[in-house]
C-alpha cells in the first residue's frame, strides 16, 4: 500500500487566491514526521513545512499552513495568496518513527502540479 | 553558494560505463541520503548513511554503491550504467543532533543530477 497518496495529479489555480493540496497518509506508528516540498520547473527541492504528528497546532510558515487532521491521516498544504512563482511540482512526505529516527527515510507521494494562472 | 552540492548537474553516459555522482554539504548535518526521481513516481531511496561508518540500503539500492568519504562527502556509483538508471538522482542531508532537541529532522536537498544513460 502507498505510505502517501496525492490524489491530485494538477491543480488550477487564479493568482491571489488559495489552495489546498491533498495528502493523506497511511502509517501505524503513533510518531511520525509530514513534510511538504516543493519543486519548481529548474528541479531542485525546497523544503515548506513540517508537522509532526504529536503537534498539538497546525503548521505554519508564511503563507504556507498545514491542515493536519490526524484521524483522518491527512496533512494538506494550504498555500494562501498564490504568486505565478508558486506554481510548481508539490510533494508530500512522511517519516514513520519519531525525529532521528534510525528509520531514517522519507516516504514521497508522487506529487501535485499547481498551476497559478494570472 | 549552496549547501549542498552535487557534481555533475548533467551526465549523458553509454550501457555498461562506470559512472560516479558526488555529493558534499557544508550544512554539518551527519546524515547523508541518496534519492533517484523518475516521472510521475516521486523520490525513491537508493542508499543512506548516519554517519561516515555507517551505510545502509534504501528500497531501491541494486545497481548502485555508495561511498561516505568524510563527513561532508557521499558518493553514489552505478557501476555498469543500464537505461533504466536514467533519472534525476537528488542528495540529500539532515542533522540528527538538531532532532534531539525537538527540531525537525528536515532533510535539505541538493539542486539533482540530471543521467541519461544510452
Known amino acids: 500500500a502507498q505510505k502517501i497518496t496525492q490524489t491530485q495529479p494538477g491543480m488550477f489555480v487564479q493568482e491571489k487566491e488559495a489552495v489546498t493540496l491533498d495528502c493523506t497518509y497511511d502509517t501505524s506508528d503513533p510518531s511520525y514526521g509530514l513534510f511538504w516540498y516543493k519543486q519548481p520547473s529548474s528541479g531542485e527541492m525546497i523544503f515548506l513545512i513540517y508537522?509532526?504528528?504529536?503537534?498539538?497546532q497546525n503548521a505554519t510558515e508564511g503563507r504556507y499552513s498545514l491542515n493536519f487532521q490526524k484521524a483522518r491521516k491527512s496533512a494538506n498544504l494550504v498555500i494562501s495568496a498564490s504568486q505565478l512563482g508558486d506554481s510548481a511540482m508539490y510533494f508530500c512526505a512522511m517519516r514513520e518513527g519519531p525525529r532521528g529516527s534510525t528509520l531514517g527515510r522519507l516516504y514521497f507521494g508522487r506529487g501535485t502540479q499547481l498551476t497559478v494562472w494570472p | 553558494d549552496a549547501d549542498v552540492t552535487q557534481t555533475p548537474r548533467n551526465r549523458i553516459t553509454k550501457t555498461g560505463k562506470r559512472i560516479m555522482l558526488e555529493c558534499s554539504q557544508t550544512k554539518g548535518h551527519d546524515r547523508m541520503y541518496w534519492y533517484r526521481q523518475d516521472p510521475g513516481l516521486g523520490l525513491r531511496l537508493i542508499y543512506y548513511s548516519f554517519d561516515v561508518k555507517d551505510i545502509n540500503k534504501g528500497e531501491i539500492s541494486d545497481g548502485y554503491s555508495v561511498s561516505r568519504q568524510a563527513q561532508a562527502k557521499f558518493s553514489l556509483s552505478l557501476e555498469s550504467a543500464i537505461p533504466n538508471q536514467t533519472a534525476l538522482y537528488f542528495c540529500?542531508?539532515?542533522?540528527?543532533?538538531?532532532?534531539?532537541?525537538?527540531?525537525?529532522?528536515?532533510?535539505?536537498f541538493g539542486p539533482g543530477t540530471r543521467l541519461t544513460v544510452l
Open positions: 540529500a542531508t539532515s542533522d540528527f543532533r538538531r532532532s534531539l532537541t525537538g527540531g525537525a529532522d528536515t532533510q535539505y
Open positions: 508537522q509532526g504528528s504529536y503537534d498539538q
